[in-house]
């Protein structure tokens, strides 16, 4: 079968050449550029925690060495320290990591990758689709034609492969403006993420009073300067002076010594493309939403979006048409990037609009610094990751199911389990892999050598039940899952998100929600897929 073309070698797009390679399924990489990118300090991300887990597992590489987690965060208004949150484990701390460091790992983990092609100086300019897979055309250099079984268009906010599908991208233009500067210098506190609303000193220059310091290795810290709406000109000159007076503030009077690396302006628009999907087509990352006002970051849902998408093609790579499966990649990622941009433009009139609200309203700033704490942090409608609770493959009406902490959908907690071999490993470890994870939660088996207990009690049953399912699985066994009972097993995508949780060993209700995870019986998704295909 034909490989599976990814047009865009950004992080999305290399994060979903290894997801597929990592399930034996072989890509073509189509980089418009040299294959390598340029250094910009000033131009970074923030990963959550499942995010940064998600690269790590692919490259191979300790993300915490190439970027920092933050030690704490602080909310300010003027003088006043408004929230203080100290990561301490408790509470799992943001990645913030240059973008160029991030993307490099992806492409060295790519060139001991046998089954990925990355062909550079390649910049798409056209695709034709029939029932039996895609071609792409590419010009420069190396122009030529490609074929692929699938194509998915990881191109950027001006996606060609979005244009040549004639897909809509509606949404909201230039939402906030930031002036960007990334320095190295010594502030009064350590490695804490520090967001300062109308701060007490007067900044020259344009200014809606909102400032923002991201801790970066080596003492580099990357600040943000919320600019006003308009396209008022950031010059060198007042970038510098804004940096100065800020600096300054801080350090109560006296600007600190710096080393400046790296400035820029970051404009936010916030868009999404009408569809994902058209047959053989798919938009993933930045192709098919913008998102990033009120401290929300884009790349991480992107990363998201690559996830999701990778176990499905890949399952309808190796096994035949998976209609249904594939569909509900739209359904699924869509509706959550939707959810978090009806949150931040809701949120937006209150946060940056003059009177209203804000004036009226006692203690509205707590509230106002609330909102943008979860943007930042990974919190609530603005930044928690979002559960597929809704979802067309979520399955209906299982007898068994009962409640644990995580909500049906959303993702998993990072337990430890023992795998088949009797090997003690993290759940996220086992992600990935293209197979469901089958999750007995049973007290005390960590203590004993796996041989006394895989052939007592209910894990025969249970074994037996794994291995009857539609679709390969993986047993795994913990000792505890917050909110399970002893007994209880856990049904989880590829992805990492929870299909169900079923009260003792239930092989009807565990079989009934394995089917439906993978779109419904394997024969009817290949007959729909055939019958499609004559049309």
Known sequence: MDPVIIVGAGPVGLTLALALARQEVPCVVLDEGPGKDEPRAARTVVLREDTAALVE????????????????????????????????????????????????????????????????????????????GVTAHTRGPKGTWWRGSYLVGCDGPRSTVRKIQDIRFPGRTAVERHAVAALRTELPWDDEALLHRMPPWRMSGPSAGEVTARPLPDGVWRLDWLLPPGKDLV??????????????????????????????????????????????????????????ALGTHGLDEGLRDADNLAWKLALAWHHGPHEALLDSY????????????????????????????????????RGHDALLTEGHLGHGQLGAPGAYADSPLAPRHLEGQ????????????????????????????????????????????????????????IMPQLAAAVTALPHPAELLVAERYPGAAAHTVLLVRPDGHLVTALSGVRPADLYAAAEAVVGGPVKAQAEAGASAGSR
């Open 235 to 292: 010059t060198p000159e007042l970038l510098l002076t804004r940096i100065r007076e800020t600096l300054a503030g801080w350090a109560g009077g006296t600007t600190p010594p710096y080393e400046l690396l790296d400035t820029g302006v970051h404009t936010v628009h916030h868009r999404l493309a009408r569809r994902w999907r058209a047959d053989r087509v798919f938009l993933a990352g930045d192709a098919a939403h913008l998102l990033g």
């Open 57 to 132: 597992r692919l490259t191979g590489m300790p993300l915490a060495r190439a970027g920092a987690h933050w030690a704490g965060w602080r909310s300010m208004r003027r003088k006043q320290v408004m929230r203080e949150i100290v990561f301490d484990g408790s509470e799992p701390a943001p990645l913030h990591i240059a973008q160029h460091v991030l993307t490099g790992a992806l492409r060295a983990a790519l060139a001991d990758e046998r089954l990925v092609k990355v062909a550079v100086e390649s910049r798409l300019d056209g695709v034709e689709q029939e029932s039996s």
């Open 402 to 457: 009962t409640p644990v902490d995580t909500p049906l959908g959303a993702p998993v907690t990072d337990v430890r389990v023992t795998a088949e071999d009797g090997t003690f490993v993290r759940l996220r470890d086992r992600l990935g892999r293209g197979a469901l994870l089958v999750v007995l939660i049973a007290p005390g088996t960590g203590v004993w050598e796996r041989k006394h207990w895989v052939s007592a009690g």
């Open 330 to 365: 739209q359904t699924e990622r869509r509706a959550v990037v939707a959810a978090r941009l009806r949150a931040a433009d809701q949120a937006l009139p209150l946060l940056r609009g003059g009177g209203g609200l804000r004036a009226v309203v006692p203690g509205s700033s």
